[in-house]
């Protein structure tokens, strides 16, 4: 099958020979939006092949929360690989996994979140929390959101839903149960009436069955379109889920490290989960994934759950420097900063172009959602990505989410002058999709 990009970028003779070389060895299942081939990358700038400059408004799917080539990781990478790579953590003691975990609870800062399991990715983070839940509860089923993402591998895509591709030949699943998500703009209803009635529907569900270990939530959910949900649809769900006597995890894969301008998303709302997810930027760039919990909750016997590479050496060396440099610099304030400036430039774009029915968002995880009218609000797809094909064409990435959803996520390094640089690329981008017709 053809690579298929969301537009034709002018291919020089290296990234030409990289993509034609890729799609004979690569599997196909491997989805690329943008005909871009990286080889550097510093800051918030990544180069391709060519020489070609992007201001990257992705951070590698919202890992990069450091920069990319952050300067103090790099040099912790540099400094364990001279010594060792791996020691297998699952079968002997070594001391840097347990700094790395030390230095994550101390961050999370939350008295009952004090047990951490290591592994390398965000769906390992979730399996791992999925499994936990089951052990210490001995019940079978769970819960998920309508448009959550929890990871492809098959216990956490029994509870993704947010794309039919997702899913699709992969049943039977494990036993979930799927309830409405406060998407309330796509739902037309205001935000609070959106809260009772998924609440209720939450409520209905968890009376029906008493076999539920665990609801599992993104606090803003990313894949399904960067949806934030009322304080008071995330405080109903905690008190939900104490009265039904089932446990809370929240899955922070995207929205934790500083992204929102808090360390997890949840601490926006007041609220604290049971047992929670995290990977993408913990990592500083490396594979790093992270299930934190309580003791009394991780009360599983040695041999119950495990990995190979889970506390490896240089990704928590790496760690440790990303979680380090994230409070050393403040990133969280930053991200609250720069988010601001971003979404007063959004909202004014917002009353101006026809096509951009929705702007929200928490810190520097903002997502746009791109309409063919704002009184229909029927996503726009083509509108949607002929945007982020014109941003690249002018030296931008963007990410795609949701249906027709542009979501913000760059480096929390951003400056000022790079973030009103983006926004310039961006409404260049929107006012000539605008005035052309898809």
Same mark, same amino acid.
């Given at each position: 099958?053809?690579?298929?990009?969301?537009?034709?970028?002018?291919?020089?003779?290296?990234?030409?020979?990289?993509?034609?070389?890729?799609?004979?060895?690569?599997?196909?299942?491997?989805?690329?939006?943008?005909?871009?081939?990286?080889?550097?990358?510093?800051?918030?700038?990544?180069?391709?092949?060519?020489?070609?400059?992007?201001?990257?408004?992705?951070? +590698?799917?919202?890992?990069?929360?450091?920069?990319?080539?952050?300067?103090?990781?790099?040099?912790?990478?540099? !400094?364990?690989?001279?010594?060792?790579?791996?020691?297998?953590?699952?079968?002997?003691?070594?001391?840097?996994?347990?700094?790395?975990?030390?230095? $994550?609870?101390?961050?999370?800062?939350?008295?009952?979140?004090?047990?951490?399991?290591?592994?390398?990715?965000?769906?390992?983070?979730?399996?791992?929390?999925?499994?936990?839940?089951?052990?210490?509860?001995?019940?079978?089923?769970?819960?998920?959101?309508?448009?959550?993402?929890?990871?492809?591998?098959? +216990?956490?895509?029994?509870?993704?839903?947010?794309?039919?591709?997702?899913? #699709?030949?992969?049943?039977?699943?494990?036993?979930?149960?799927?309830?409405?998500?406060?998407?309330?703009?796509?739902?037309?209803?205001?935000?609070?009436?959106?809260?009772?009635?998924?609440?209720?529907?939450?409520?209905?569900?968890?009376?029906?069955?008493?076999?539920?270990?665990?609801?599992?939530?993104?606090?803003?959910?990313? #894949?399904?379109?960067?949806?934030?949900?009322?304080?008071?649809?995330?405080?109903?769900?905690?008190?939900?889920?104490?009265?039904?006597?089932?446990?809370?995890?929240?899955?922070?894969?995207?929205?934790?490290?500083?992204?929102?301008? !808090?360390?997890?998303?949840?601490?926006?709302?007041?609220?604290?989960?049971?047992?929670?997810?995290?990977?993408?930027?913990?990592?500083?760039?490396?594979?790093?994934?992270?299930?934190?919990?309580?003791?009394?909750?991780?009360?599983?016997?040695?041999?119950?759950?495990?990995?190979?590479?889970? +506390?490896? $050496?240089?990704?928590?060396?790496?760690?440790?420097?990303?979680?380090?440099?994230?409070?050393?610099?403040?990133?969280?304030?930053?991200?609250?900063?720069?988010?601001?400036?971003?979404?007063?430039?959004?909202?004014?774009?917002?009353?101006?172009?026809?096509?951009?029915?929705?702007?929200?968002?928490?810190?520097?995880?903002?997502?746009?959602?791109?309409?063919?009218?704002?009184?229909?609000?029927?996503?726009?797809?083509?509108?949607?990505?002929?945007?982020?094909?014109?941003?690249?064409? !002018?030296?931008?990435? $963007? $990410?795609?989410?949701?249906?027709?959803?542009?979501?913000?996520?760059?480096?929390?390094?951003?400056?000022?002058?790079?973030?009103?640089?983006?926004?310039?690329?961006?409404? #260049?981008?929107?006012?000539?999709?605008?005035?052309?017709?898809?």
């Amino acid at each position: 099958m053809a690579e298929r990009f969301l537009c034709d970028l002018p291919l020089g003779k290296r990234s030409q020979n990289i993509i034609n070389r890729d799609k004979k060895i690569v599997s196909g299942c491997t989805t690329r939006d943008l005909s871009i081939v990286i080889k550097d990358g510093k800051g918030c700038y990544l180069t391709d092949v060519e020489g070609r400059r992007y201001l990257d408004f992705g951070a +590698g799917i919202a890992v990069m929360n450091v920069g990319h080539a952050n300067p103090e990781v790099l040099a912790a990478v540099r !400094k364990q690989a001279n010594h060792m790579t791996h020691a297998g953590f699952a079968d002997f003691y070594h001391e840097l996994p347990v700094r790395f975990a030390e230095t $994550l609870v101390k961050t999370i800062n939350h008295p009952n979140l004090n047990n951490v399991f290591l592994s390398n990715s965000g769906t390992e983070a979730v399996e791992g929390s999925y499994k936990c839940a089951r052990w210490h509860t001995k019940k079978k089923r769970v819960i998920a959101f309508n448009g959550c993402f929890h990871g492809r591998t098959m +216990g956490s895509l029994s509870m993704t839903n947010s794309k039919k591709v997702q899913r #699709e030949r992969y049943a039977p699943f494990l036993p979930v149960t799927h309830v409405p998500y406060p998407y309330w703009y796509r739902m037309k209803m205001e935000p609070e009436d959106a809260s009772n009635f998924c609440l209720d529907k939450l409520e209905n569900s968890m009376k029906k069955n008493n076999d539920t270990a665990a609801l599992f939530m993104e606090t803003i959910q990313g #894949e399904g379109g960067y949806v934030v949900p009322p304080k008071s649809f995330v405080k109903g769900v905690r008190k939900l889920c104490t009265k039904y006597n089932i446990l809370y995890c929240d899955d922070e894969v995207q929205s934790g490290g500083f992204r929102t301008g !808090k360390f997890l998303a949840i601490d926006n709302f007041g609220v604290t989960p049971d047992i929670v997810s995290m990977a993408k930027s913990i990592g500083g760039g490396m594979p790093l994934g992270a299930t934190i919990s309580s003791r009394k909750i991780m009360d599983w016997v040695p041999g119950a759950h495990s990995n190979t590479f889970g +506390g490896n $050496l240089v990704s928590c060396a790496a760690g440790i420097a990303a979680l380090n440099y994230m409070k050393k610099k403040k990133l969280g304030q930053n991200a609250h900063k720069i988010g601001k400036l971003i979404m007063k430039r959004l909202e004014e774009m917002k009353e101006q172009y026809e096509i951009i029915g929705d702007v929200r968002g928490l810190g520097l995880m903002i997502g746009i959602e791109i309409v063919k009218d704002k009184k229909s609000r029927t996503p726009s797809v083509q509108e949607r990505d002929a945007i982020q094909c014109e941003a690249a064409r !002018k030296g931008m990435i $963007l $990410l795609g989410a949701g249906k027709s959803v542009i979501r913000f996520c760059p480096p929390l390094v951003i400056t000022k002058q790079e973030a009103e640089k983006g926004m310039d690329i961006f409404e #260049e981008s929107v006012r000539k999709v605008s005035f052309n017709s898809y």
